[in-house]
């Protein structure tokens, strides 16, 4: 195991709504970057934190924001849910930036209904 | 154009059987190259890296060829649990390292 770890597992939200996604790195580790997966699909940069500031971003709407604790744990929380939003949301957590390896963890399934 | 480019299969195959991914890549400055493993429903597991000069790992051989923007892995011997999608991903060059996923191949290996 990864010893990145994700919650909630799964989520079933409604259109409109909005949800908070939470991701603990692996310990020593400060970097923690989002990918969404839909499905059939590869998964898809969201944006990275390290330190505690958004590092880069993917092409992704403001209504898709993070945040990154003093631990490093970090929150993926996205506003006015969209059927298209229906995707595994997964988290990867590295020693820093740039060519570190990634550490993922076993996601969270959001169904946006 | 998406950014790195497979066949998403599927690939049946006997076990036994000796199955070839391959998967292209448009952005030349890419630094890092790798196949990932993912099962149904589960997270993305880094199966090995990518190196020019070929690397193997078991029954798994990975190689890059840079000029053609082209990786490879190549399966020996497949086993029941050889059944999986196979991720190929590059690493960007700059300030994040972002990883960029192809769409994946997924392969059935059959008794």
């Known amino acids: 195991e990864t010893g990145v770890t994700q919650s909630p597992t799964h989520l079933i939200k409604t259109r409109g709504q909005q949800v908070t996604l939470r991701c603990s790195s692996q310990?020593?580790?400060?970097?923690v970057s989002w990918y969404q997966q839909a499905l059939g699909q590869g998964p898809q940069f969201i944006f990275q934190y390290y330190r505690e500031e958004e590092n880069g971003r993917g092409n992704f709407p403001p209504r898709f924001s993070g945040l990154q604790f003093p631990n490093y744990s970090s929150e993926l929380n996205v506003n006015a849910l969209e059927l298209d939003d229906s995707a595994l949301y997964l988290c990867?957590?590295?020693?820093?930036?740039?060519?570190?390896?990634?550490?993922f963890g076993p996601g969270t399934r959001l169904t946006v209904t | 154009r998406k950014e790195v480019e497979q066949d998403p299969g599927p690939f049946n195959v006997p076990e036994g059987a000796t199955v070839a991914f391959n998967c292209t890549y448009s952005n030349s400055a890419s630094q890092s190259f790798f196949w990932y493993r993912q099962d149904c429903r589960k997270e993305p597991k880094l199966l090995m890296s990518v190196y020019s000069s070929g690397n193997e790992d078991g029954r798994f051989t990975a190689q890059l060829n840079r000029a053609s923007q082209y990786i490879s892995l190549l399966i020996r011997d497949s086993k029941l649990s050889d059944s999986a999608t196979y991720l190929c991903v590059v690493q960007s060059r700059g300030n994040t390292g972002k990883l960029i996923f192809g769409q994946g191949t997924t392969l059935q290996v059959k008794p």
């Open positions: 990867a957590s590295s020693l820093g930036t740039t060519i570190y390896e990634q550490y």
């Open positions: 310990s020593g580790h400060n970097t």
